[in-house]
T-cell receptor, first 110, second 114 residues
Framework: RKEVEQDPGPFNVPEGATVAFNCTYS??????FFWYRQDCRKEPKLLMS???SGNEDGRFTAQLNRASQYISLLIRDSKLSDSATYLC???????????FGAGTRLFVKA | DGGITQSPKYLFRKEGQNVTLSCEQN?????MYWYRQDPGQGLRLIYY???????QKGDIAEGYSVSREKKESFPLTVTSAQKNPTAFYLC?????????????FGPGTRLTVL
């Protein structure tokens, strides 16, 4: 089992749609969780950190379920500019080991 | 502007050559990292450094070497021992190696072996 697994893509959605990505992790001692966005042939950029209580940033909502060891990202009212690959990132114990998921590709169409 | 710079953006290497990729940051971050990304795959850690003059191997260190002589700089050398070096190389930094550390990335270097 991979340490971090994400929904296989790609997701093809129309503008205005709501789309959800899920990510599961295997190390129950993981401490930090993030979603990054990566545009084609560019570097990953931090989208948001994920907290136990859940957090929201505009159209983006992230949730963490420690009992089930999964993280989710919800994008509401999708825009063409949301088209990218979304990476789930988990940091383990000891403050260092960071694992990147393979990413889920999103295409938002007009 | 604070950030991470990598150079060159594109690099072509002949088989048997060593090449060095540059990574510089002016964020005053203690920790720096090198990752490799292959098409359709996640990032894989090559090396990381927590402080000057110290670095640790990551998951795929074979065929690579690094140095950390200055806090701002963490160059990566891809040696001829690396059998399949064609990839996208990303340098990152974080405030320090600790819990809740977000990593920030440079723009990457795309290496192609001819």
């Amino acid at each position: 089992r991979k340490e971090v697994e994400q929904d296989p893509g790609p997701f093809n959605v129309p503008e205005g749609a709501t789309v959800a990505f899920n990510c599961t992790y295997s190390n129950s001692a993981s401490q930090s969780f993030f979603w990054y966005r990566q545009d084609c042939r560019k570097e990953p950029k931090l989208l948001m950190s994920v907290y136990s209580s859940g957090n929201e940033d505009g159209r983006f909502t992230a949730q963490l379920n420690r009992a089930s060891q999964y993280i989710s990202l919800l994008i509401r009212d999708s825009k063409l500019s949301d088209s990218a690959t979304y990476l789930c990132v988990v940091s383990g114990t000891g403050g260092f080991k960071t694992i990147f998921g393979a990413g889920t590709r999103l295409f938002v169409k007009a | 502007d604070g950030g991470i710079t990598q150079s060159p953006k594109y690099l072509f290497r002949k088989e048997g050559q060593n090449v060095t990729l540059s990574c510089e940051q002016n964020l005053n971050h203690d920790a720096m990292y090198w990752y490799r990304q292959d098409p359709g795959q996640g990032l894989r850690l090559i090396y990381y450094s927590q402080i000057v003059n110290d670095f640790q191997k990551g998951d795929i260190a074979e065929g690579y070497s690094v140095s950390r002589e200055k806090k701002e700089s963490f160059p990566l050398t891809v040696t001829s021992a690396q059998k399949n070096p064609t990839a996208f190389y990303l340098c990152a930094s974080s405030i320090r190696v600790r819990q809740y550390n977000e990593q920030f990335f440079g723009p990457g270097t795309r290496l192609t072996v001819l």
